[in-house]
């Protein structure tokens, strides 16, 4: 689903953000990404998701090479990945449902569908009877969920999530994490970036990957 | 379909924003169109001049009618020449009698007519520069029976420097202005997408096509252009009737004008957003 070939990401000023790191997450997988500050986990989350490309190596995603895709079919990928910030990315002014709808009109979902698959992905994420609210009227662990169903509106194969318990108090971030889990057992391939390692600890049947200056140091399927 | 309704959905939920770049717009459209209707005035008024010029060819009072008409077949043959009048003495006369009404007396004790018979040769629009005038005239000259052959040289020599300068003062003066509304129309829109980016954002993290992207922004942009035009049209429209009304009279552009302003500020908008949507699209 997700393998990282020797990949290096190298910047002309900062130098090295990422060094010859491997690794292969399966269809149906969990796994954390760990690490520091500024030990990589954004710049893998990036290359994953392809927004950036590495200097060295081959990032695949859901059969897509980051060696062969080009920027302007970049959507295929895109369609098959959902992605989920920290800070959630919604789009102001509108209601939970009207930020879920957006995505599905913007990928070509036929208009008649589109209202009741949106409050469908809110009531899978516990949001049902907030659909109609702005999302600024919302509490942090409800806009992040609101940001799950955005990113789940593509039936994406993959779900990146990028610190996306760093804004929220610890009853919010048991609630995603929970959610998370819903969304793996149904299939999905999950990857977590987060430097919290007690929130880790918590979950022990997940996967997890230890970034250190760049470098993959730790794999807990290898042990 | 959507395009269209993001576009003008676009326009209700930031009425602000996209009507002060509509009025920022305007105004870059309001400073061009004045400058058109100063320029279009300038060309009426340089044009009712230059219809006045004509070759005035002077012929022998022993010219037999004859030689007359080949000279006025001949003349009338040259492509730029539009019209040749022949002008009798008697005819000469009458037209001093009237159009010189201070020396009445002097026109009534005469004995003998001193005004020679003569043609007038007009110029067709667009023929009237000094180098044609002065080729017909030439062409009049060679004949035995043609005194003399006027057409003003010093003030058509004038004239034509005033048009070149006229000419010259538009094509400068136009691209600067029209650049610097380019410049202020480009920025209007760059702010109204700017303002957008996170929508641009989020369109493109979720996969949607750079073509599904664009297009409701060409449409708003194409739609900020029209409106800017109608209201640059409406406020040009308010200052001639002020001129034409309180101060002197002027004429109105034609509409070929107006329409060929509303529609480059319509395709003006259009490109303006495709330039200005193109970095976000490289963000992600």
């Known amino acids: 689903m997700i393998k990282l070939t020797n990949v290096s990401r190298e910047y002309p000023k900062r130098g090295y953000a990422l060094r010859d790191v491997s690794f292969h997450l399966k269809k149906g997988e969990f796994a954390f990404l760990t690490g520091h500050s500024g030990s990589g986990k954004s710049t893998t989350m990036r290359l994953v998701h392809m927004s950036d490309r590495p200097t060295k190596g081959e990032v695949r995603v859901t059969g897509f090479s980051s060696e062969k895709v080009t920027q302007r079919h970049i959507w295929k990928v895109r369609r098959r990945v959902g992605f989920v910030f920290q800070d959630f990315r919604l789009l102001p002014g509108r209601t939970a449902q009207e930020n879920v709808a957006f995505v599905l009109e913007v990928t070509g979902t036929p208009r008649a569908a589109i209202t009741s698959r949106a409050q469908r992905l809110l009531s899978q994420v516990g949001l049902s009877t907030m659909a109609g609210a702005y999302v600024n009227e919302l509490s942090g662990g409800e806009q992040q969920r609101v940001a799950i169903a955005r990113a789940l509106a593509n039936d994406p194969l993959v779900l990146l999530a990028d610190e996306p318990t760093g804004n929220l108090d610890d009853r919010a971030t048991r609630g995603v994490l929970d959610l998370f889990w819903d969304i793996n057992a149904k299939g999905m391939a999950v990857l977590m970036a987060t430097h919290d390692l007690e929130l880790v600890r918590r979950y022990p049947h997940a996967r997890v990957f230890e970034l250190d200056h760049g470098e993959l140091v730790f794999d807990s399927a290898e042990g | ?284």
């Open chain 2, 1 to 284: 379909m959507y395009a269209l309704r993001e576009a003008i959905a676009a326009f209700r939920r930031a009425p602000v924003l996209t009507g002060l770049a509509s009025a920022m717009v305007g105004l870059a459209l309001y400073v061009v169109g004045l400058f058109g209707l100063a320029t279009y005035n300038l060309q009426l008024a340089l044009s009712s001049i230059e219809e006045r010029v004509e070759v005035a060819v002077y012929l022998r009072d022993d010219a037999r009618q004859s030689e007359i008409d080949l000279l006025l077949t001949e003349l009338a043959a040259i492509p730029e020449v539009r019209s040749v009048r022949f002008i009798s003495k008697r005819d000469a006369l009458e037209r001093a009698r009237v159009e010189l009404p201070e020396f009445g007396a002097l026109f009534t004790d005469l004995e003998v007519n001193p005004l020679p018979q003569s043609l007038e040769v007009e110029l067709r629009p667009g023929s009237r520069s000094p180098d044609i005038v002065q080729r017909v005239s030439e062409a009049a000259l060679l004949y035995p029976f043609v005194e003399d052959a006027r057409y003003g040289r010093e003030w058509v020599d004038k004239l034509f420097t005033l048009r070149r300068i006229g000419a010259a003062t538009t094509a400068v003066l136009g691209s600067a202005f029209a650049l610097v509304a380019a410049l202020i129309i480009g920025t209007a829109l760059r702010i109204a997408i700017f303002a957008r980016r996170e929508e641009i954002y989020v369109m493109r993290l979720v996969g949607a096509t750079n073509g599904f992207i664009r297009r409701p922004f060409l449409l708003e942009g194409a739609m900020a252009g029209l409106l800017g035009g109608a209201i640059a049209w409406a406020l040009t429209y308010a200052t001639y009737r002020g001129v034409y009304t309180y101060l002197f009279e002027v004429a109105w552009m034609p509409d070929s004008w107006v329409a060929l302003a509303l529609g480059a500020g319509c395709l003006f908008g259009a490109f303006s957003s495709l330039l200005a949507i193109r970095r976000h699209l490289e963000d992600l």
